[in-house]
């Protein structure tokens, strides 16, 4: 690329607002070889110079500095492969990974840049530092040992070796999902809408619509999740569920959609050595306790007792339940044992039985402008900020939105994007991702910007609103609970600021922000008919607040099958021990499900939270309990105080949100709840605690 190219090149600069429209992927590649450059020189000069006296100003700031524009670079680069997932991005990105990942490993591996860091913390300077400037020196020290700082050079460049052969194999597994979902399609003509029998009407409508903009007739049903969870859920006919389970259990497996191409097992092996192989070097057992080191579990054996004592209070409750499902189906005329394929439908059919309640008769009150209104409005009432669309915001996608988030004096704090929607190139799940920070008080400050990604059931209808179910709603708040703590970050030390913090607390602002999918008051502030406007009527929100503790056992349990698997995976598995891993997977798996799964399950193919990056979630999967029971408690602070306290958001404001990683968390969560967690708060709002007791 020119210089006159290179100096247009809108990676190369942090700017606010983004330019994502102007982001191209042949940007990509020159701008990763010129920020790594430039951050190199930077990095250079802080490890040879010999300041007197070393400083914080001139050694850890000018350590979280010198990566600034390649961390923003990287991140926008990211983002957009995942969400343009276009060939070419695809490539470009795939291509600059490896130096990426380089430079980045590198960092903590260098001498120089150790001992300077050292220096500094022997200073008198360092001795007097304000609480989160010391607890940034004090984690930099250890990230550098944790990462190989001590290692001897063969060990280094090991390491090195290692952290780039992970961010290609992962990347490479992400893509291999997304194809593999994509390659999918089942086609039914009209004379086979019988085989549809069931299915919502709006969902109908989409698979009619998708079949359309396929150029085909008749119906068109993917493994994309707003056509998949209706089919699951909803359509009468078994075989017709069974195709879908099958082929959605087995993406990237090799077998399955895709084909062997796209497939991921031997990646999750490779991945899987690679990551013991990491730990092993830096000192530790597995890499589950490299992984949980520095997060409030601290070892994986305590993440594994964690998980283990949720379980034995969930086993009771867990067989009851699947009891009763089954005695339900049989006398709904179900025979033999039930499937896979049958566990969402009959319970969708025995909850409606039970609360003569159908998720699908929520979704009209769900209109997607609504919902967001209302909860920009509960965010008000919290926290005093003003969020407001921003129009002049450019954007990578015409169903992307961009909005502004000002405090009550109108002083702008950053802002966020909207990209709810499905696509058949961009990656499934939801998630948000910080872009910029604000860093307040420093040379550097901006504002603080990050996006917000979904999977939603889109509008079936031109220029009328998206109708969402619940659990998209919920998936809403959820993202939206992680871009306020990103945004409204008010610390000055980058390293420190959002979202940067433990794992397993990480999660606790955005779970805790589903609390306001339930509540009645704050249903009224974002539920409404998407015609009429009329609140969701008195009998139906009572039979949905009845509903929710429905199978609660069954949907923990789930989640503590995934977070066993996974911290087993990264603490005992062993493939000469334990052979096939795919087998393994089925194997610990079987403890957790109400039913046995076919002999091709393979979802741990498709398991993106373990898999899709290089660390992730790796390891942390059990972050989802431990932050919901934190969660769960710390809700009943704004219970007492109202569920739309000021004065409560206020305190979870500024003792949480605010503060990133300034404190160890476990000290933040007592200034916000003034005690410890306790895990019967979470087991009492499931309605498994009072039905434990009622059976012992």
Not at 382 to 397: A, F, M, N, Q, S
């Amino acid at each position: 690329m020119s210089p006159a190219a290179l100096a247009s090149n809108p990676l190369l600069v942090v700017h606010v607002p983004v330019p994502f429209h102007e982001v191209r992927a042949e940007h990509i590649g020159p701008a990763v070889d010129a920020l790594v450059e430039i951050a190199q020189k930077s990095l250079d000069a802080l490890g040879t110079a010999s300041p007197t006296p070393r400083t914080y100003a001139n050694t850890l700031e000018a350590l979280d500095r010198a990566t600034h524009e390649l961390d923003y670079a990287t991140t926008l680069a990211s983002h957009l492969e995942s969400v343009i997932g276009s060939p070419e991005f695809r490539a470009a990105f795939a291509a600059a990974v490896p130096k990426i990942t380089a430079f980045y490993s590198q960092i903590l591996l260098s001498e120089p840049l150790y001992k300077a860091v050292r220096d500094f913390a022997d200073t008198a300077e360092a001795s007097t530092l304000d609480a989160p400037r010391r607890r940034h020196l004090t984690k930099t020290l250890a990230d550098f040992r944790r990462n190989g700082a001590e290692l001897g050079s063969a060990g280094k460049k090991r390491l090195a070796e290692i952290d780039v052969a992970l961010s290609e194999l992962t990347l490479k597994f992400a893509q291999n999902v997304v194809d593999s979902t994509s390659a999918f399609e089942l086609l039914l003509e009209e004379s086979d809408a019988a085989r549809l029998d069931g299915l919502p009407e709006g969902a109908l409508d989409g698979a009619r619509k998708s079949a359309q903009e396929k150029g085909k007739t008749g119906f068109r049903l993917t493994l994309q999740a707003p056509s998949y969870g209706p089919v699951m859920t909803f359509v009468r006919d078994r075989g017709l569920r069974e195709t879908l389970y099958r082929a959605h259990v087995t993406r990237a497996s090799g077998s399955g959609p895709g084909g062997p191409e796209r497939d991921n097992r031997g990646i999750i092996q490779d991945v899987l050595a690679l990551r013991r192989e990491k730990a092993h070097l830096l000192g530790f057992a597995h890499f589950a306790d490299l992984a949980i080191d520095d997060r409030m579990a601290k070892t994986g054996e305590a993440a594994l007792a964690f998980v283990s004592m949720l379980r034995d209070r969930l086993t009771a409750g867990f067989a009851r339940e699947n009891a009763e499902l089954t005695a339900f189906a049989q006398r709904g005329g179900h025979e033999g044992p039930l499937e896979p394929w049958d566990l969402t439908f009959w319970a969708e059919a025995q909850r409606r039985a039970l609360f003569d309640f159908d998720e699908e008769t929520l979704r009209p009150y769900f209109p997607l402008d609504r919902v967001t209104r209302g909860l920009f409005e509960i965010a008000t009432s919290l926290y005093g900020v003003r969020i407001e669309r921003d129009p002049t915001l450019k954007v990578w996608h015409e169903e992307v939105t961009g909005w502004s988030v000002t405090d009550e004096s109108g002083a702008r704090l950053g802002g966020f994007y909207l990209d709810l929607f499905p696509r058949e190139t961009k990656r499934d799940g939801a998630w948000m991702a910080g872009v910029v920070d604000r860093m307040p008080g420093t040379h550097q400050e901006l504002e603080n910007i990050a996006i917000v990604v979904g999977n939603m059931t889109p509008s079936r209808t031109p220029g009328k609103a998206a109708l969402l179910n619940h659990r998209e709603v919920e998936t809403l708040f959820h993202e939206f609970g992680h871009m306020m703590h990103h945004v409204l970050s008010d610390v000055a030390i980058r390293g420190l600021a959002g979202t940067r913090v433990a794992s397993d607390f990480v999660e606790l602002p955005s779970m805790i922000m589903e609390n306001w999918c339930w509540q009645p008051e704050a249903l009224d502030r974002f539920a409404g008919h998407f015609e009429s406007g009329a609140s969701i009527p008195f009998d139906v929100k009572k039979r949905m607040l009845e509903a929710r503790t429905y199978r609660a056992a069954n949907a923990l349990m789930r989640q503590l099958g995934f977070s066993t698997l996974d911290l087993l995976l990264h603490t005992s598995y062993d493939s000469a021990k334990d052979g096939d891993v795919m087998a393994y997977a089925r194997a610990v798996s079987a403890d957790f499900s109400p039913v046995s799964a076919p002999p091709e399950y393979a979802m741990l193919a498709s398991f993106s939270h373990l898999f899709g990056s290089a660390y992730g979630y790796a390891a942390g999967y059990y972050s989802y309990q431990w932050s919901e029971v934190l969660e769960a408690d710390a809700f009943g602070k704004f219970r007492e105080g109202g569920i739309l306290s000021r004065e409560v958001g206020d305190r979870f404001r500024r003792t949480i949100l605010a503060r990133g990683d300034t404190d160890d968390p476990a000290a933040l969560y007592r200034a916000f709840l003034g005690r410890e967690p306790d895990v019967a708060a979470l087991l009492e709002r499931l309605g498994i605690a009072s039905r434990m007791a009622s059976m012992s």
